[in-house]
């Protein structure tokens, strides 16, 4: 049975996507100069990972997106704040290069209820940290003096109305993304639409 390597995020507007230019070609530059090779992220592919599925039989998806219809019913769109550059795992030995998203309630929440209905236990991940993948290193190596620079990006409130399902397609060398489907989230009350994430 064919399988697809799926995983669960939210996208970023066009406007977004315009606005990391002017940053990603400044580190860009820097990286350049300091000889760090990089293999940086299609803007096209810009997301932040709510839940990762893996390799999942293709029947399989029609159920995925019934449990994300769910968790759409009970989750109001949002917004996220998008601030701030690390490494993964960490900073000194860094295998990849990210955008910070504040980790508000709104985001937690969705997140963790998509885990817990798609997820067993024993795959659940408890220390989930939202964050939009730039680049990554070919080797780990301490990326502080090209981030720190940087630390200071602020790339403002991205809206977060749906939530989407990917498959992740190798192409030469690259992840291509395909968006499977997407599902809408609750419209936000006035009281929701007020809040500051």
Same mark, same amino acid.
């Given at each position: 049975?064919?399988?697809?390597?799926?995983?669960?995020?939210?996208?970023?507007?066009?406007?977004?996507?315009?606005?990391?230019?002017?940053?990603?070609?400044?580190? +860009? +530059?820097?990286?350049?100069?300091?000889?760090?090779?990089? +293999?940086?992220?299609?803007?096209?592919?810009?997301?932040?990972?709510?839940?990762?599925?893996?390799?999942?039989?293709?029947?399989?998806?029609?159920?995925?997106?019934?449990?994300?219809?769910?968790?759409?019913?009970?989750?109001?769109?949002?917004?996220?704040?998008?601030?701030?550059?690390?490494?993964?795992?960490?900073?000194?030995?860094?295998?990849?290069?990210?955008?910070?998203?504040?980790?508000?309630?709104?985001?937690?929440?969705?997140?963790?209820?998509?885990?817990?209905?798609?997820?067993?236990?024993?795959?659940?991940?408890?220390?989930?940290?939202?964050?939009?993948?730039?680049?990554?290193?070919?080797?780990?190596?301490?990326?502080?003096?090209?981030?720190?620079?940087?630390?200071?990006?602020?790339?403002?409130?991205?809206?977060?109305?749906?939530?989407?399902?990917?498959?992740?397609?190798?192409?030469?060398?690259?992840?291509?993304?395909?968006?499977?489907?997407?599902? +809408?989230?609750?419209?936000?009350?006035?009281?929701?639409?007020?809040?500051?994430?």
């Amino acid at each position: 049975m064919e399988t697809k390597r799926l995983f669960i995020g939210v996208g970023f507007s066009d406007e977004f996507i315009k606005a990391t230019e002017i940053w990603v070609k400044k580190i +860009k +530059k820097s990286a350049d100069q300091k000889e760090t090779a990089l +293999k940086w992220a299609l803007p096209t592919n810009y997301h932040v990972t709510l839940v990762f599925l893996g390799d999942t039989l293709i029947d399989q998806i029609p159920v995925i997106e019934e449990k994300m219809r769910e968790a759409a019913r009970a989750h109001s769109a949002f917004k996220i704040k998008v601030r701030g550059i690390g490494g993964f795992p960490t900073v000194n030995q860094a295998r990849v290069i990210y955008l910070g998203v504040q980790r508000s309630q709104a985001i937690l929440d969705l997140q963790s209820d998509l885990e817990g209905k798609l997820l067993t236990d024993d795959k659940i991940e408890h220390d989930y940290v939202p964050h939009l993948t730039l680049a990554r290193l070919r080797n780990p190596k301490s990326c502080r003096d090209l981030l720190s620079p940087f630390g200071g990006i602020d790339l403002g409130k991205q809206s977060v109305s749906s939530i989407r399902l990917y498959s992740s397609i190798l192409s030469n060398g690259y992840p291509i993304y395909e968006l499977i489907s997407e599902i +809408k989230l609750k419209p936000p009350t006035p009281a929701e639409d007020e809040v500051i994430y």
